[in-house]
């Protein structure tokens, strides 16, 4: 159930190696099963922050649940993740965070 979506500027060389650190990263953040984490990479997208095109990036994580009083703390943990991996500033990443309610995520025919 937990969604990430990163979408940056950059080209990102190995997008297995990514997928799969983020899948983990997000699946130990939330104490979820990593089987429901899904991740999706959009590299080299038209991206431009504060009037520059210097790496950046935009994240969406959605994931029923998600306690509001610990997204400061996701948000240190994604921006870390895009630092050692991307080399991206977490000045120059936005995250959106949502917490969709049950009936509001399909899934296997059904929802939650």
Request: aromatic share 8%.
């Amino acid at each position: 159930m937990p969604y990430l979506n990163i979408q940056t500027n950059i080209q990102v060389a190995d997008e297995a190696v990514l997928l799969a650190q983020a899948s983990a990263t997000v699946a130990e953040m939330l104490g979820k099963p990593e089987s429901y984490v899904m991740v999706h990479i959009e590299s080299d997208a038209g991206l431009i922050f504060s009037g520059s095109d210097a790496p950046a990036a935009y994240l969406q994580l959605k994931s029923l649940g998600l306690p509001e009083n610990q997204t400061a703390d996701y948000s240190a943990t994604l921006c870390a993740l895009l630092q050692q991996t991307l080399g991206i500033e977490a000045g120059r990443v936005y995250i959106e965070f949502s917490a969709p309610d049950r009936h509001m995520w399909g899934w296997n025919n059904g929802t939650f």
